[in-house]
Structure formats: C-alpha cells, structure tokens
C-alpha cells in the first residue's frame, strides 16, 4: 500500500498489522456504538478494537458531510487512517498517540455541531 510517498510494503507482510487495516466494507458498516459520537459521554479508551477506532474517524467524517463536500475517495480516506494508525503510534508515546488524534477529531465534530 502505498499513501503519498510512504510505502507500506516491509507492514504489508505483517499478519498482525494487516488484521487492523480498515477496509472500505468494514469502514461503512454502521454501529450502534456511532450513537455515541453525538454525546459528550464517547470516550475513545473506551474502546479496544483498532478496526472500531479507525471506523469512528471515517463516521465522524461522514457524519459532516466531509467525504461528499471534499469529494474523498473512500479507498483514500482508508489508506489515510491506516497510514496515521501506523504514523501516530509509531513512537509508543503514551499520549500523543492514534487515540488522542481521534479524541482531537471529536472535539472537533462536536464543534461544529454547536458552530463554535
């Protein structure tokens, strides 16, 4: 896989990093648990699962409008959550790190629910 220049081919062979690569089918699968991200009560730690987590960032997305608005190719948005998965936790730094970068966007999200 490959995202702007960074090649993915040494993870690629990785059966432990393939298995938390989202893919569109499973980005697209909508859960109870995305009830959650209208409500100041999501708390990203909460969950375990990297596959949810990347899932979240692609509702959040879609939940704005971001994807239609900015035309973004699902395959795209995909390899971008998997790269910054990858990137963001590449240091094993304990707070800045793939869970604060999805904590950061809901701040967002819920920012511009109230148009602040």
């Known amino acids: 896989m490959k995202f702007r220049g960074y090649n993915t081919k040494k993870l690629d062979s990785s059966p432990e990093i393939l298995e938390k ?3 569109p089918d499973l980005m697209t699968l909508k859960k109870e648990k995305d009830d ?17 987590k990347q899932r979240f960032v692609w509702s959040m997305f879609e939940k ?3 994807m ?10 995909c390899d971008f959550i998997n790269i ?14 793939f869970d604060h970068g ?10 511009t629910d109230y148009n602040l």
Do not use: C, Q, V, W
């Not at 999805?102 to 920012?111: E, P, T, V």
């Open 84 to 97: 910054m998965m990858i990137k963001y936790n590449k240091r094993s730094n304990p707070f800045h790190n």
């Open 21 to 23: 690569f989202i893919t």
């Open 36 to 52: 959650t991200l209208d409500s100041f009560a999501f708390n990203i730690l909460d969950e375990s699962n990297p596959l949810e």
């Open 102 to 111: 999805i904590s950061g966007n809901f701040s967002f999200n819920k920012r």
């Open 68 to 77: 239609e608005e900015f035309m973004i190719p699902i395959n795209t948005l």
């Open 64 to 66: 704005n409008g971001f």
